[in-house]
């Protein structure tokens, strides 16, 4: 159990729901706090990442599989809402959904082959089916654009009210946010995210006591790849152009090291990550060519001081090695 999963266990519920109702209406009068267009744009990032993260973390965290290639399902939301869009003029709320159920059916596609690999040689194909993805869409010319991409995406509409400004997809990439984290959390609290969690700690004798770990595995693969698809879809009419050099392996791995930086198998940690990543971002901008230097220095440190993630828990799967260090070499001393 993690510090964040602690405390809140120990707190009451009034004080849970006033805090996040508190938190929630602090980010819907954000804009009102600090209008200015550069922020917006940082916090639309921020969210974005938030459930690119966290849709990974449903993955590596809680049942244990090892995806790094999660820009592919991110890839396949945002082409599918660019096409639909602007190749059958379907509208963004149609769209949207649309595009979370061909992510997920492209999860669906990657995990079934890989059912019975773990570790390095799941990530491997993970990595492939990334590269896959992306390089179908690039040769694709008929209707993603090829090498030049899709652009003059169409901004969506409530009513006769025009989605355009950064304000206005904030409060599209909160509500998504907010939508992500409730029912992720009801998941992981019901039958089916106790199964997940019972294959990432032991997954033959979660079969052995009458898991379905193949229809499980699957369905976890579905459920984040389908949530990757959802901030593909909102990414695409936001930033107006989608090309495939967008959904490289490097932002698959960028999408990764939140996930390893926050904590893996919470879902507070997705959010710090994302917010510490999205922040080193914008300060390192005048370097950004070794922006990928620093981000694996960062994990390299994360992983020798706390594996487990800034927000994991100190008795973790990933931590206990350090800990066994620390018990031997305490004993170790106590001996002499």
Known sequence: MSYADLILRKTPAWLKFALL?????????????????????????ILMYTILAGSLNVINGYSGQFNIGHAGFYCVGAYCEAILATRFGITFWIALPLSGIAAACVGLLVSLPTLRLKGIYLAI?????????????????????????IKNIPSPYIGSFKISKSVHFYYIFLFLAAIFFFLTYRIIKSRVGRAWVSIREDELAAKSLGVETSRYKASNFMYGAFWAGIAGAAFAPYFKFISSDMFTLDEGFNILSMVIIGGQGTLIGPIVGSIIVNFLTEFLRPISQYRLVVYALLIIVMMWIRPQGLVGASNSILASGRIRFRGRKKSAGETK
């Open 21 to 45: 109702g508190g938190l929630f209406l602090f980010l819907l009068a954000f804009p009102r706090i600090y209008p200015k267009s550069y922020a917006m744009g940082v916090m639309c990032r």
């Open 125 to 149: 194909v993970t990595l492939g089916s990334s590269e896959i993805i992306r390089l179908l869409f690039l040769n694709g010319n008929d209707f993603t654009g090829g090498p030049i991409g």
